[in-house]
């Protein structure tokens, strides 16, 4: 059985859902599994070796998975009997993309740690193309920008070892009472999901008189969100569930949307979009980030385009013989057999061992 150390720098919302997936869905595996909580985020990306420092098993593994929150350079180099190991780091997403909110700083750091993690891994595994490209992109952008002394090609030697491998997730079925007048928001509620937009977008609808319903779903922090309270105060009328609920409770509503919006600012994967198209419901999202690999044109409205976004909601709601796409292909039991391929490769020096033992 082959021996997988598993590092998660980030322990929160698509990085649990991996690492409990692996976990889950591939068998004939030894994992040892270390995690971190999802907090504190300019210290776990540049203080995991540290963490780690006196918590990695003595016996080295067969295969190192990490995630890019893992400052993996630094972790080989404090760890020699790691350094020789073949490695995988796996993006869920990537530092050059993420956008800002109103109070941080930009700094270069965290993007240094995926360059430098990057190069000392033997493979990059990314879950979506828009998150390879980025990366790649962002990594020439910031090294256009380094004064002098700046090694060629790092873009091509980092893209030669990348390729795309999504997350897998577990189909929900649809109601037998769906709603196809039931508009879902299952994001958190914070900056880089937009709120903003939607709440303004659904208010819009009301304003011009079409019928729907609200499913308020998703994380919400202690402190009021404005967008979430405008929808409050004005639809409360249409609001047939509003929280962060419990798993079984979830996929029901789920099951019942006939609408799911997203007005992400950035989306790598966008794992509750893809549960809740898989559920029937049709996606309104931005023509941009990952969503073009995922959903034809006609899910698609203008990025940025408070205008367009109401437009695509209201030909959504108005049009009763559209279907949601199919997102067979991003289900568990599409990228099971994949992900085993990856994880189970044999490496040189077994290959070399096998052949020994044969007499070969």
Same mark, same amino acid.
């Given at each position: 059985?082959?021996?997988?150390?598993?590092?998660?720098?980030?322990?929160?919302?698509?990085?649990?859902?991996?690492?409990?997936?692996?976990?889950?869905?591939?068998?004939?595996?030894?994992?040892?599994?270390?995690? %971190?909580?999802?907090?504190?985020?300019?210290?776990?990306?540049?203080?995991?070796?540290?963490?780690?420092?006196?918590?990695?098993?003595?016996?080295?593994?067969?295969?190192?998975?990490?995630?890019?929150?893992?400052?993996?350079?630094?972790?080989?180099?404090?760890?020699?009997?790691?350094?020789?190991?073949?490695?995988? %780091?796996?993006?869920?997403?990537?530092?050059?993309?993420?956008?800002?909110?109103?109070?941080?700083?930009?700094?270069?750091?965290?993007?240094?740690?995926?360059?430098?993690?990057?190069?000392?891994?033997?493979?990059?595994?990314?879950?979506?193309?828009?998150?390879?490209?980025?990366?790649? #992109?962002?990594?020439?952008?910031?090294?256009?920008?380094?004064?002098?002394?700046?090694?060629?090609?790092?873009?091509?030697?980092?893209?030669?070892?990348? =390729?795309?491998?999504?997350?897998?997730?577990?189909?929900?079925?649809?109601?037998?009472?769906?709603?196809?007048? %039931?508009?879902?928001?299952?994001?958190?509620?914070?900056?880089?999901?937009?709120?903003?937009?939607?709440?303004?977008?659904?208010?819009?609808?009301?304003?011009?008189?079409?019928?729907?319903?609200?499913?308020?779903?998703?994380?919400?922090?202690?402190?009021?969100?404005?967008?979430?309270?405008?929808?409050?105060?004005?639809?409360?009328?249409?609001?047939?569930? #509003?929280?962060?609920?419990?798993?079984?409770?979830?996929?029901?509503?789920?099951?019942?949307?006939?609408?799911?919006?997203?007005?992400?600012?950035?989306?790598?994967?966008?794992?509750?979009? %893809?549960?809740?198209?898989?559920?029937?419901?049709?996606?309104?999202?931005?023509?941009?980030?990952?969503?073009?690999?995922?959903?034809?044109?006609?899910?698609?409205?203008?990025?940025?385009?408070?205008?367009?976004?109401?437009?695509?909601?209201?030909?959504?709601?108005?049009?009763?013989?559209?279907?949601?796409?199919?997102?067979?292909?991003?289900?568990?039991?599409?990228?099971?057999?994949?992900?085993? =391929?990856?994880?189970?490769?044999?490496?040189?020096?077994? #290959?070399?061992?096998?052949?020994?033992?044969?007499?070969?």
């Amino acid at each position: 059985m082959r021996r997988v150390l598993l590092l998660s720098a980030y322990r929160s919302d698509s990085h649990a859902y991996w690492a409990d997936w692996l976990q889950r869905e591939i068998d004939n595996v030894d994992w040892h599994v270390l995690e %971190l909580p999802g907090r504190h985020f300019a210290w776990r990306i540049r203080g995991n070796p540290l963490s780690w420092l006196d918590a990695l098993p003595a016996e080295q593994p067969d295969l190192l998975l990490a995630t890019s929150m893992v400052d993996l350079a630094t972790l080989k180099g404090l760890q020699p009997h790691l350094a020789s190991v073949p490695s995988l %780091l796996y993006f869920h997403e990537n530092q050059f993309a993420y956008p800002l909110s109103d109070d941080q700083v930009r700094s270069v750091e965290p993007a240094m740690v995926q360059i430098y993690a990057g190069l000392s891994a033997d493979r990059l595994l990314f879950n979506s193309a828009f998150n390879r490209d980025s990366y790649l #992109d962002g990594v020439e952008r910031l090294l256009e920008r380094m004064p002098d002394h700046v090694p060629r090609d790092i873009s091509r030697r980092l893209r030669e070892k990348s =390729s795309v491998l999504p997350v897998g997730i577990d189909p929900i079925e649809p109601a037998g009472d769906k709603d196809r007048r %039931l508009v879902l928001w299952n994001h958190r509620w914070e900056y880089d999901k937009r709120p903003e937009l939607f709440a303004d977008a659904m208010i819009e609808l009301a304003v011009q008189g079409l019928g729907f319903r609200l499913a308020l779903l998703g994380a919400r922090g202690r402190n009021p969100v404005p967008a979430l309270e405008r929808l409050r105060l004005e639809l409360s009328d249409r609001i047939v569930a #509003d929280g962060f609920l419990q798993k079984d409770e979830y996929r029901s509503i789920v099951s019942r949307a006939g609408i799911v919006v997203s007005t992400a600012a950035h989306e790598f994967q966008g794992l509750s979009m %893809l549960e809740a198209v898989s559920a029937g419901a049709e996606p309104v999202v931005p023509d941009a980030l990952c969503y073009p690999e995922q959903y034809p044109s006609r899910y698609r409205y203008a990025a940025n385009d408070s205008g367009d976004l109401v437009r695509q909601l209201r030909e959504t709601l108005s049009d009763e013989t559209s279907r949601a796409p199919d997102v067979a292909p991003w289900s568990s039991q599409s990228l099971r057999q994949r992900w085993r =391929s990856v994880l189970l490769r044999p490496t040189p020096d077994a #290959d070399r061992d096998r052949r020994r033992e044969a007499g070969g």
